[in-house]
C-alpha cells in the first residue's frame, strides 16, 4: 500500500499562512483591548468580545486546514458567513469590501480545489 503525498500549492499556501497571520494577531489584539492593554477607542467590550472569538475561531480553523482537515474549510466558511453578516447588520459593509471579499473566497475555493482528495 503507498501512501499519496500531500502538498500545497503556492496560492493556497501563502492564503492559509497569511490568514493565519492575520486571525492570531487579530485575536492577540482583541485579547490586549480587553485586558485594557491596548486602546481601541471606536469598539465596545460587546464588539471586542465578538471580534477576538471571531479571528480565535478562524485561527483554529486555519490549522484545522493545514493539518488537512475538512472541518476547517467548513469552520473558516461558517466565519466568514456570519462576520459578514455582521457588517451588514452594522451598516459597516462597502461594495468595494465586498468586492475584495469575492475575490478572496473566489481565489481560496479555485486553489482548494485541486487539493480538496487530501482533506479528510
Aim: aromatic letters at 12%.
Amino acid at each position: 500500500m503507498t501512501t499519496v503525498e500531500r502538498k500545497r500549492n503556492f496560492v493556497l499556501a501563502a492564503l492559509l499562512g497569511a490568514s493565519g497571520v492575520i486571525s492570531l494577531l487579530g485575536f492577540v489584539g482583541c485579547f490586549l483591548a480587553l485586558a485594557d492593554l491596548q486602546s481601541i477607542p471606536a469598539m465596545s467590550q460587546e464588539a471586542l468580545l465578538f471580534y477576538g472569538v471571531c479571528f480565535g475561531t478562524s485561527a483554529v480553523c486555519v490549522y484545522g486546514m493545514l493539518d488537512w482537515k475538512r472541518w476547517g474549510v467548513y469552520g473558516l466558511a461558517a466565519v466568514t458567513v456570519v462576520l459578514s453578516a455582521a457588517n451588514v447588520f452594522q451598516g459597516s459593509a462597502t461594495f468595494q469590501g465586498a468586492v475584495v471579499g469575492l475575490l478572496l473566497i473566489v481565489t481560496f475555493i479555485a486553489s482548494l480545489r485541486p487539493a480538496w482528495r487530501h482533506f479528510d
